[in-house]
Nanobody, 124 residues
């Protein structure tokens, strides 16, 4: 069992930044690939970013367009998602998730463990 806990969501204005955190055990980050997904009301869950557990290579959804950065902190037990230049279209519940696949997976169905989610709202 892998327990993931997100934090850092909130209400911001267009153009602002937020940093989301996904905390888990160090073993989880060693044995699983961690990804971020988001789900807006009435929409399917969408891939945002992941960081490879083998070599740390990041991968991003097409909509990110250089605005987001995924990285691990120095202690190795938190994966962070730095989000810049936020727009109202980024409003969603953001989830971190873990998959046992070592190759990058962009399909939410490939992820076995999920956090409870953190709400991000971008509005004037």
């Amino acid at each position: 069992q892998v327990y993931l806990e997100e934090s850092g969501g909130g209400l911001v204005q267009p153009g602002d930044s937020l940093r989301l955190s996904c905390a888990a055990s160090r073993r989880a980050f060693r044995d699983y690939t961690i990804g971020w997904f988001r789900q807006a009301p009435g929409k399917e869950r969408e891939f945002v970013a992941l960081i490879s557990r083998t070599d740390g290579t990041p991968h991003y959804g097409d909509f990110v367009k250089g605005r987001f950065t995924i990285f691990r902190n120095n202690t190795g037990n938190t994966v962070l998602l730095q989000m810049n230049t936020l727009t109202p279209d980024d409003t969603a519940v953001y989830y971190c998730a873990a998959t046992g696949f070592s190759a990058p997976k962009f399909d939410a169905r490939k992820y076995l463990y999920w956090g409870q989610g953190t709400q991000v709202t971008v509005s004037l």
